[in-house]
């Protein structure tokens, strides 16, 4: 146990430690920690960059929180849009039904231009197709 918390304790020191590079007389490169009695260089050996740490991941984080909150807008949006068109045609379709009903009674046509006509019979009767028509294409219930 004292062994592996002092290999622990000694592992920054070893990630820093100089590392020595030198060619035999066969031409063999050789690398070690203790420098040899032969010509060698030293190699400057930087520890890689930490994986999940620093600036570079602390933006990724944030751009993937803006992406996030961006998507939840849009739905939101998107759920807003689709009520207004339920209630809009909803409304269409109590207006709809209330015609159907007015059809069936007694009534007049007024022209834009504000005269007054009496339907037909045949007239009324397309009228009430029409609108049964859409009813059944527009409204659920």
């Known amino acids: ?78 759920a807003s849009e689709q009520q207004k068109q339920q209630n809009a045609i909803a409304r269409q379709c109590r207006e709809a039904k209330a015609r159907l009903k007015r059809l069936h009674g007694r009534f007049v046509y007024h022209d834009e231009d504000g005269s007054v006509s009496h339907p037909t019979l045949d007239q009324v009767e397309i009228d009430k197709q029409e609108v049964r028509q859409w009813i059944q294409q527009n409204c659920t219930s």
């Open 1 to 78: 146990m004292k062994g592996l918390i002092t290999l622990l304790a000694l592992l920054p020191l070893l990630a820093s430690a100089e590392v020595y590079r030198w060619q035999d007389a066969d031409g063999n490169w050789h690398f070690g920690d203790q420098p040899p009695q032969e010509q060698h260089e030293t190699l400057d050996i930087k520890a890689p960059p930490k994986i999940g740490q620093g600036e570079r991941v602390r933006e990724i984080n944030e751009r993937a929180l803006r992406l996030r909150q961006s998507e939840k807008a849009q739905q939101k949006e998107q």
